[in-house]
């Protein structure tokens, strides 16, 4: 049997990502929640069953959009998850195709049990949209960083689970998720990130998509992670000469096993991308089929068993270790691995991103002791307390 012949290392140029995809000047940065926003809006004008319900977010989540376009369809629920879910499953059972959101720390967070019996369990036509996911919240911390939702979700029997890539994959999963009968969980993030698709960039759920070509390893990746890895590929061939794969998982349930295995024959070693626990998640996914089916050294970037951490967006990506410079050491290590060469018992990306993390605490700690007055330990005068007498 002739083998078949691999295409060039680089870009796929039948991704149709954009021009200047490394170019930062010319790189939109736009949140995925906008292509929500956007989304939504078109599912409606497409289809007048589509009704939205929000939890008191409306402005967060980006369905203000439709509110404005469609108010007569529109549910303003307040803060009530789970009357959320248990009342969207009505609508569907109504004949209504009913967009629930709210952050994904609460829905699916605190309302999982509603959307387990109410939504999934009768396999009723609701799509759940978990803004803010991942860890891009900064500031707001662990409690709302939600790094569970892709376990939590895939365990749950209907469930398609997507994590669009930049603001127009959203924009296109929240379009298709209208037209798809089932329970739909999709997860967006709230700051911004490059916007680097186009409106001719294959999107289907369910096939993941490969935007660069390469032999040595691949990173699969989901969410706005996959230009992180892109950027590690791009590194990773300028400086090593080392070709990775790199593809776009949007889809994690129901996976595309066939891209996977054969992405795993092809290039002999994995390393997993996501803004979330990799325990269950997509790391969970891949590594549950490869075992299955074509077992290959795997790494894993994402959430390590910890929860995230308060600090600006990209401080507490690089303290959990899942930016580009994070992706190439994993990818180095994997690559080791595959040589049958002996790596450390804890990986680098991991130990370095531990150590990015204790610089991020004691610059917190030391502004905190430039505020506070002498006697509570700090650097300040204790007059400066007097103004608050």
Known sequence: ??????????????????????????????????????????????????????????????????????????IQMGIAEQALASIGAGLALAGKVPFISSYAAFSPGRNWE????????????????????????????????????????????NMTVVAPCDYLETKKATVEGARRKGPYYFRFARAASPAFTTKNTPFKVGRAETFRHGNDLTLIATGPLVYEALL????????????????????????????????????????????????????????????LTTPVPVERIGAQDRFGESGEPRQVQEGLGVTASFIALAADRVLQRKLGKRVPKMPA???????????????????????????????????SLASRN
Not at 52 to 65: F, G, K, N, P, Y
Not at 349 to 372: C, P, S
Request: charged share 25%; glycine share 8%; proline share 5%.
């Open 1 to 74: 049997m002739a083998k078949t012949k691999q295409p060039k290392p680089g870009i796929n140029k039948e991704a149709r990502l954009v021009r200047h995809l490394f170019n930062p000047e010319k790189l939109k940065q736009i949140p995925t929640r906008n292509g929500y926003g956007e989304g939504v809006v078109e599912a409606g004008e497409k289809n007048k069953n589509v009704v939205v319900l929000c939890c008191d977010l409306t402005e967060s989540t980006r369905s203000l959009a439709f509110k404005e376009a469609f108010p007569e369809r529109f």
């Open 114 to 157: 509603q959307i387990k019996t109410t939504i999934a369990l009768q396999n009723t036509n609701v799509k759940i949209a978990g803004a803010h996911a991942g860890l891009s919240v900064g500031p707001d911390g662990a409690t709302h960083q939600m790094l569970e939702d892709i376990a939590i979700m895939r365990a749950v029997p």
């Open 232 to 291: 590690a590929a791009q590194m990773l061939s300028a400086d090593h000469g080392i070709e990775c794969r790199v593809i776009n998982c949007h889809t994690i349930k129901p996976l595309d096993e066939r891209t996977i295995i054969k992405a795993a024959k092809e290039t002999g070693a994995i390393v997993t991308i996501e803004e979330a626990q990799v325990a269950g998640g997509l790391a969970g996914a891949v590594c549950e089929t490869l075992a």
């Open 349 to 383: 990306h991991i130990t370095v991103a531990q150590e990015r993390l204790a610089a991020v605490h004691e610059d917190v700690m030391q502004e905190a002791l430039a505020r506070a007055p002498k006697k509570w330990g700090g650097k300040k005068p204790n007059n």
